[in-house]
């Protein structure tokens, strides 16, 4: 079966950082994405992990272990703009589909 | 260079009716998505459009059917509504690679 479970909500404080941890659960692992959802928007794509280990693009950067079937997403430098849900989702050998988790709803406060 | 685009943005439709949401895939991508996204969860998938057919689907009923017609826009049809069926319907188009996914904004079906 398929299971992806991440935090349902989080509060954060502009300017700090925040980890946004997702465990997932997957057969034919192809891959691990983030995507950013602001409310009433279509979710747009942040990163995504293939390989163990880091990557980074500015403000936000992922990791991957997939041994742990686990990833989690960084915001630095946490701006107003950066409070929407934030879904991780896995791809699978030989589909054409994300699954997803439920979203984790940032909300960054002055 | 025009995105996912997606018509009509919101819809009320009343239980047992039938509805058809439309979505053309960005320049260039010949794969098309659905996916149903619920208040408050993710993005469900419900089936992928590639050279006119569905190439794979999602654990959804029926009711749900779609298209590709030649320039690569699709329509998603939802037979016999249900209040269940209330959510934001998502397209996404690619060139059939998970890494080029784009959504489009989502129509918003609400049945009552």
């Known amino acids: 079966g398929q299971n992806i479970d991440q935090p349902t909500e989080m509060t954060a404080t502009e300017g700090a950082i925040v980890q946004i941890n997702c465990t997932y659960q997957?057969?034919?692992?192809?891959?691990l994405f983030w995507y950013q959802q602001h409310a009433g928007e279509a979710p747009t794509f942040l990163s995504y992990?293939?390989?163990?280990g880091l990557e980074e693009k500015g403000r936000f950067s992922s990791f991957l272990s997939r041994s742990k079937g686990y990833s989690y997403l960084l915001l630095k430098e946490l701006q107003m703009k950066d409070s929407a849900s934030y879904l991780c989702?896995?791809?699978?050998?030989?589909?054409?589909?994300?699954?997803f988790g439920t979203g984790t709803r940032l909300t960054v406060i002055p | 260079d025009a995105g996912v685009t997606q018509s009509p943005t919101h819809l009320i439709k009343t239980r047992g009716q039938q509805v058809t949401l439309r979505c053309s895939p960005k320049?260039?991508?010949?794969?098309v998505s659905w996916y149903q996204q619920a208040l408050g969860q993710g993005p469900q998938f419900i089936f992928q459009?590639?050279?006119?057919?569905?190439?794979q689907r999602g654990n959804f009923p029926d009711r749900f059917s779609g298209h590709q017609f030649p320039n690569y826009s699709s329509e998603l049809n939802v037979n016999a509504l249900l209040l269940g069926d209330s959510a934001l319907y998502l397209c996404?188009?690619?060139?059939?690679?998970?890494?080029?996914?784009?959504f489009g904004p989502g129509t918003r079906l609400t049945v009552t």
């Open positions: 459009y590639y050279e006119e057919e569905e190439r």
């Open positions: 992990n293939v390989l163990d």
């Open positions: 320049s260039g991508h010949d794969t």
């Open positions: 996404a188009s690619s060139t059939g690679t998970l890494y080029e996914q784009y």
């Open positions: 989702a896995a791809g699978q050998t030989g589909a054409n589909n994300l699954f």
């Open positions: 997957t057969s034919g692992f192809n891959g």
